[in-house]
């Protein structure tokens, strides 16, 4: 019985470094955005790694991750001259500015 506890054991502690170590690749959560259109989007789970474009400009974000983002108003996550990003913390929202344009893109903070 002990060599089948100790298996039993040893196997779940695999389980759970795969799924942790899985998680590290993507924000947890969801991002909810609401395009110029009027229309409302959920993305869950986004990768942690490169660039996220939005389909069409967004006018509100809502980031209920357990990661930061930064959006940005070119579709390449770069700053474009004269312009900016935006730092948005979890569990808060922004709204684009007229000045700046829509946000066309994002990345996540790791």
Known sequence: MAARRSLTALTGV???GLVVTACEDHALGTIELRTGRG???????PSVKGCHRFREGVVHVNNRT???IILY???DCTEPRGGESV???T???DDAVR???L???FSVVH
Request: no cysteine; glycine share 4%; aromatic share 8%.
């Open 66 to 68: 357990l990661n930061d």
């Open 91 to 93: 569990e808060t929202s």
């Open 103 to 105: 946000w066309r893109s």
């Open 39 to 45: 229309s409302v989007e959920v993305l869950s789970n």
């Open 99 to 101: 000045s700046t344009g």
């Open 14 to 16: 695999v389980m759970l």
């Open 87 to 89: 730092y948005l913390p």
């Open 73 to 75: 108003t070119t579709p």
